[in-house]
C-alpha cells in the first residue's frame, strides 16, 4: 500500500516565522497535535509538534506559580522556527507504508509531511499507518 492512499491531502501548516503561540492555538483549533512548517516559498523546513513544546518549553504545569504571566507570553512569542524539528523527515506519495512505519519506528516521531516535486502535497501519521495494518485482510 502507497501513502497516497491513506495521507491527508488537506494538510493544515504554519510557517516558519508564526509564533508559537499561533501555532499552538491552529493547533487546538484543528484538533492535531502537529504540522508541518513551510517557509515563504511553500517549502517544509520542519515540522512542529506538541511534543517540540514540551521538550522546548519549562514544566510550566510545575512552575505556574512561580512564572509572571508576561514570561509565559515571551516563551510563546518566539517564531515556531526555534523549536521545530528540523531538518523534516519527508516521504513520497509513492513511498511504501512500511517503510513508512520503520521510520515512525527509528525515528521516534508520529507524522511526517509528503512531497512531491518538492511541495507539500500530504500528511500521514502514525495513526493512519497503523489504520491501514488494521484493515489489511491476511
Known amino acids: 500500500m502507497k501513502v497516497k492512499e491513506i495521507m491527508t491531502k488537506n494538510v493544515i501548516s504554519v510557517k516558519a516565522d508564526q509564533s508559537i503561540k499561533d501555532a ?22 520542519g515540522v512542529f509538534s506538541e511534543t517540540d513544546i514540551l521538550d522546548k518549553l519549562p514544566d510550566i504545569l510545575e512552575e505556574a506559580e512561580k512564572i509572571p504571566m508576561i514570561d509565559v507570553q515571551e516563551l510563546t512569542s518566539p517564531p515556531v522556527s526555534t523549536v521545530m524539528g528540523k531538518p523534516p523527515i519527508v516521504v513520497t506519495s509513492d513511498e511504501d ?18 512531497v512531491d516535486n518538492g511541495k507539500l502535497v500530504g500528511i500521514v501519521s502514525l495513526g493512519d499507518v497503523l489504520k491501514a495494518f488494521s484493515e489489511v485482510k491476511l
Open 24 to 45: 499552538v492555538i491552529i493547533l487546538r483549533r484543528h484538533k492535531i497535535s502537529g504540522v508541518p512548517v513551510l517557509d515563504s516559498d511553500e517549502n517544509v523546513v
Open 97 to 114: 507504508i512500511r517503510n513508512v512505519a520503520k521510520i515512525f519506528l527509528e525515528k521516534y516521531i508520529h507524522r511526517v509531511p509528503v
